[in-house]
Every structure is written in C-alpha cells, then in structure tokens.
C-alpha cells in the first residue's frame, strides 16, 4: 500500500489521499517580541489527522514524560528506526524547551527572538532522512540549532569519534543550548570536543570542520545556499526547507562525483532563514 502524501505547517502533519491535489490555505501572524514570538496554530485546529492526536499525550515528567513521547511517535508510525528511537529517548526534550513549556507534546514550541522548536515528529523525520550520514565517526552540521536539542541528537548517533557542529546568528540561543546540552546526556560530547556550538551565518555553513556528510537546516530558504552545498561531502545528503510562503523540505544528496540529486519529502512551514537583524527585528 502507498503511503499518503503529507502535508505539514508549523510542524504539524496533514495527511492527504494518494494521487490527490491538496490545497492548503492559511492565514499566520508571527508578532514580534522582546521575549517568545506568539505563534497561531488555532487556523490548523479543523485538521483531525491521527499526528493532531498526538498533541493529547503529555504524560508524566523528565525521562517518564520523554519515554512516553517517543513511544506515541513511534506508535502513530512517525519512528521507524530503532536508532532513532534510542537517541530521542536519551536525549530529554525537556531540558531543551522554556521552562513550563508542554515539553513533550507533538508541537512546536517558541524559544524566543521568533525562533521556534520544532515539533517532535519533525526531528524524528530529519533524524530518519539522515541517519545513514549520521554513523559512529561522521560529520553533521546543524545550521540554526537553536536550544540543541536535533543538535545533541546528531551529536549521539555519531558518537565521540564524529564530529557535530551546530550553528546560530542569536548568541543568547547558542548561550543557551550549550547550558542545555551540559545538562544532557550529550554533555560529555560537548567537553570532549567533539560537538561544538557557534555563533554565526548559518548560511555559509562552518568551513573549519567541512565537509559534512550530514546537514541539516531548521529554517526555510528562498534557495540552497551555495555555501552549504560546496561544505557537502560527496555522498553526503542535506535536509532543507526551500521557499517563502510554499515550502517543501528538499532532501539533497551529492554524489561522489558532485553531482548535485534533489527530491522533495513534503510540505512544510517554516520561519525563514534570514539575517539576525531580520528575524529579531533589530532588537
């Protein structure tokens, strides 16, 4: 049986009958704050798919409260990896999101500077579309890492003898994820040197550990940043929402003769990937 096309805003899967035309219509304010940007979900609400259900399930606290948030993604067909699986389960969402956040609901949650964390589905979909690039002694780069939550991820699945970089234009973000990550599982990757968090253009990547057989970007380009695509390793593949208002999440693989293969997964929405000053309004 064919899987169903699906569509996803803000995070959240929309799932529409094979070899059907979809259209999807909405109206969003992103409003511009000194703290957390309030971010509408309630236009998506008239959307019942089995993934809006998941939103339900806040069950218990700390590893209790992960576990159970893994086993619902895995449950509603999001994991199908064991790989992943493991590594969502280690790292503990919680310690990655504003306190008195919904930590462990299939949501997007704001982080501040009108950034956002993604839903939980949508870090289990990058992790899967990834996770032959991400073996024990590869290199990933994380471009807008934000709090460091898919950061840690990729962080474990490549292990100490790997290398993860993760990058961000807000330094008070990268101040944050390093805390973030210190008080993670992951914090022992992050003193052994071999995940390392920085402040700067995601949009030129970070040369000083490229290439990368893994790349991941956690905000929507109008295009591929050449920058990205020239730190790509030959056989490595890139995951990156493309678009202004339509987007779709290209999954980009470079061949070892570098040439460039290029599909798209699904529709997404994102914030865009843009400038400091864009995104935080100068403030």
Known sequence: MRACPTLTAY????????????????FTSLH???????????????????FSRMEQFQTGTGSTGNKAMVENLKRF????????????EAL????????????YADTPL??????????????????QLLEDKLQPG???????????????????????????VGVDHIPELVDMSIKNVEKSVAGSLLQKG?????????????????????????????EVPLALLDQLKPGGRMVIPVGTYFQ???????SEDGSIKTRTETSVRYVPLTSRVEQTGGF
Not at 116 to 123: E, K, Q, V, W
Not at 139 to 163: H, I, K, N, Q
Not at 194 to 222: C, M, Q, T
Not at 248 to 254: A, F, G, Q, R, T
């Open 11 to 26: 995070g959240r899967h929309y799932l529409a009958p094979p070899r059907t035309l979809v259209s999807l219509t909405t």
């Open 32 to 50: 511009r704050h000194n703290s957390a940007p309030f971010l509408n979900l309630s236009l998506f609400t008239a959307f019942r798919s089995p």
């Open 77 to 88: 067909g999001v994991i199908s990896s064991k790989k992943v699986a493991e590594v969502m």
């Open 92 to 103: 503990d969402r919680g310690l990655f999101v504003p306190v008195g956040s919904s930590a």
């Open 110 to 127: 704001p982080i501040g500077y009108n950034a956002t964390i993604s839903a939980p589905h949508m870090h289990a979909t990058c992790l």
């Open 138 to 164: 590869m290199r990933a780069l994380d471009v807008g890492s934000g709090t460091g939550y898919l950061t840690g991820c990729f962080a474990l699945m490549v292990g100490a003898e790997g290398r993860v």
């Open 194 to 222: 071999s995940l390392s968090l920085h402040v700067g253009d995601g949009r030129k990547g970070w040369e000083e550990f490229a290439p990368y057989d893994a790349i991941h970007v956690g905000a929507a380009a109008s």
């Open 248 to 254: 779709e999440l290209k999954v980009i693989d470079k």
